[in-house]
């Protein structure tokens, strides 16, 4: 019998030295972005921003929510799929999801953490956010390489009037 192999999922490194829209490095780390979409559908974010620290503070919140009693969790509902609580499921009985709408705003994180806590949970609440403004940073870094990758960037306008402020050291 054979064995099996499975393709690796390529990591794509943001650093500031290549976060320069119009460099070189920048021009480069576009096409590796809009390769990978291409050939996998996704790939790895290795994202400096996210600090060691920030990155175990959100693991620790997310296992202090997921923690909750299924009734607590249950309260998360959502016309959008997928943004409301999911779990215990027939098919998938250990798999529990759940999404904060809009999480990129400090009023949203606060709705949300009061829902689960009703006194609140500043341990919860401020490395959330901090995490999911860095992603909204990533995500729109990633979208304007990929435009700007098929020579169609003159169309992605969201951040054009909004300087890139993530790059400063």
Do not use: H
Not at 35 to 58: H, I, P, R, T, W
Not at 132 to 138: G, I, N, Q, W, Y
Request: net charge negative.
């Amino acid at each position: 019998m054979g064995s099996q192999t499975f393709p690796k999922l390529p990591t794509i490194s943001f650093t500031a030295e290549n976060l320069k829209p119009g460099s070189s490095s920048w021009i480069a780390r576009g096409n590796d972005v809009r390769q990978a979409l291409e050939d996998y559908g996704c790939f790895v974010a290795v994202y400096d921003k996210v600090s060691l620290d920030l990155d175990n503070n959100v693991f620790c919140a997310l296992q202090e929510l997921f923690d909750l009693p299924t009734e607590t969790k249950e309260k998360n509902t959502s016309e959008l799929p997928f943004f409301g609580y999911i779990g215990n499921g027939p098919l998938t009985p250990l798999y529990e999801s759940m999404g904060i709408y809009n999480a990129a705003t400090p009023e949203e994180i606060q709705s949300f953490t009061n829902l689960m806590w009703s006194a609140g949970n500043d341990l919860f609440c401020e490395p959330v956010y901090s995490y999911s403004m860095l992603v909204s940073e990533l995500e729109q870094v990633v979208k304007r390489m990929v435009f700007e990758s098929y020579g169609v960037g003159k169309y992605y306008t969201l951040t054009l009037d909004q300087p890139l402020t993530f790059l400063d050291s």
